[in-house]
């Protein structure tokens, strides 16, 4: 079956860096394009960053952009978000998402705290 499992979340300071990584399995990766997501505590789930299949295409929330990077090896069916100069407002539940058909990970929870 489907799985999709997210890991490196935890707790990082301001203007702290952390990488998330999402490895996946039971379908074809490499012909997926995915996703991730963040919820915030009382907030609707945003989308962070995509990216294609092939890597070719990547698209960033605005307030993504310059901060984070997604990035994926399909050899290791795994996706990543490089995510630098963490804010207090980038703290969420952070999760991995297949595009078609839609698929969601469990969530790996990042707080950003002094």
């Known amino acids: 079956q489907v799985q999709l499992v997210e890991s490196g979340g935890g707790l990082v300071q301001p203007g702290g860096s952390l990488r998330l990584s999402c490895v996946a399995s039971?379908?074809?990766?490499?012909?997926?394009?995915m996703s991730w997501y963040r919820q915030a505590p009382g907030k609707e789930r945003e989308f962070v960053a995509s990216?294609?299949?092939?890597?070719?295409?990547?698209y960033y929330a605005d307030s993504a952009k310059g901060r984070f990077t997604i990035s994926r090896v399909n050899a290791k069916n795994s996706m990543y978000l490089q995510m630098n100069s963490l804010k207090p407002e980038d703290t969420a539940v952070y999760y991995c998402?297949?595009?078609?058909?839609?698929?969601w990970g469990q969530g790996t929870q990042v707080t950003v705290s002094s």
């Open positions: 039971g379908f074809t990766f490499s012909n997926s394009a």
């Open positions: 990216i294609s299949s092939d890597s070719e295409y990547k």
């Open positions: 998402k297949r595009s078609s058909p839609s698929y």
